[in-house]
Each structure stands twice: as structure tokens, then as C-alpha cells.
Nanobody, 120 residues
């Protein structure tokens, strides 16, 4: 069955770094646009980043641009999000998503999420 499993979340200090991973099974990520979204407590879902099937094409929300980097390893069927210069405002549950760019599409599929908490 199709599955997306996020990992790598946890606690980080302001200015610190975390690397999130998304292990996919049941399909090949090389054939799909992939991305990340997040939801902070009491707030709505926010699109964070996306990567085209051609991994030279990457996109970021204004709030994370210059600090986060999305990448894929098609051989390992895994998506990544490198998070640097973390801020308190980055605290949220982060979701790996297939074919999501701010609205639900026919091929959209979500993982279970991993919690990121920025705390001093």
C-alpha cells in the first residue's frame, strides 16, 4: 500500500538545525512532485516547500526561504527537508506530501507527520 513515513523531528534550539526524512513505499517518488507542509498548534495548514520531478526545480514559502532546503534521493525513495537557522515560529507538525502545492489534487497523499519544537 502507499505509505509516507516522516522522521527526524524533535527538539532544537533557536538557530539550530534538523533534517527531516520521508520514507516512501508503495510508489516511486521519482514519478511524482513531492513536498512538505506544516501545522502549528491552533493554526491552519501551511505549505512549506515543493520539488518537481526534475529535482533542479525547488520552491519555498517566504517564511522559510533561505533557511530550508528540500531534496530527494530517488534511489532510496526518500525525501528530505534540511532545516537551518530555526526560529520559535517554526514549531509545528511537519507532513511529507505527494503532489500538494497548496490545494488538494487527485494524486495528493499525506504522511502521519513528525513534530518539530524549537525551544530555548
Amino acid at each position: 500500500q502507499v505509505q509516507l513515513v516522516e522522521s527526524g523531528g524533535g527538539l532544537a534550539q533557536p538557530g539550530g538545525s534538523l533534517r527531516l526524512s520521508c520514507a516512501a513505499s508503495g510508489f516511486s517518488i521519482s514519478a511524482y512532485r513531492m513536498g512538505w507542509a506544516r501545522r502549528a498548534p491552533g493554526k491552519g495548514l501551511e505549505w512549506v516547500s515543493g520539488i518537481e520531478i526534475d529535482d533542479n526545480n525547488t520552491y519555498y514559502s517566504d517564511s522559510v526561504k533561505g533557511r530550508f532546503t528540500i531534496s530527494r534521493d530517488n534511489a532510496k525513495n526518500t525525501l528530505y527537508l534540511q532545516m537551518n537557522a530555526l526560529k520559535f515560529e517554526d514549531t509545528a507538525k511537519y507532513y511529507c506530501v505527494r503532489d500538494y502545492w497548496g490545494e488538494i489534487a487527485s494524486d495528493t497523499y499525506w504522511g502521519q507527520g513528525t513534530q518539530v519544537t524549537v525551544f530555548s
